[in-house]
């Protein structure tokens, strides 16, 4: 069973507001598994998620799924893979 996208982004705290990681999805900003993300896309426990956030791409895995979560248990949901800074022509 997976979720939401856009939930799990703010559940696990990668990003604080529903409203931002939907923003951020819909501008093309986000990849599972290499592929192109949208805020609905489904999130599945062992997704390798690619998250490009201004000037860095940040890639986790999913580790957890949960409906709600205390901050201190936000980041037991994923494991970060990769942070890179990158150029602005990488994902554009």
């Known amino acids: 069973m997976g979720m ?3 939930k799990f ?5 990668l990003i604080k507001r529903r409203t931002l990681a939907k923003e951020v999805a819909d ?5 599972i598994n290499g592929k192109q993300a949208k805020a609905s896309s489904n999130v599945e426990i062992g997704d390798e998620l690619m998250i490009q956030y201004g000037q860095k ?3 986790v895995r999913v580790d957890q799924l ?3 979560t205390k901050k201190d248990e936000a980041e037991g949901m994923f ?5 890179e800074r990158i150029n602005n022509d ?3």
Request: charged share 40%; glycine share 4%; hydrophobic share 40%.
């Open 90 to 92: 990488l994902l554009e």
């Open 57 to 59: 791409v940040v890639t």
């Open 4 to 6: 939401r996208l856009d």
């Open 79 to 83: 494991t970060i893979i990769r942070e």
């Open 66 to 68: 949960k409906e709600t």
């Open 9 to 13: 982004l703010k559940v696990s705290r």
């Open 27 to 31: 501008k093309g900003r986000i990849l």
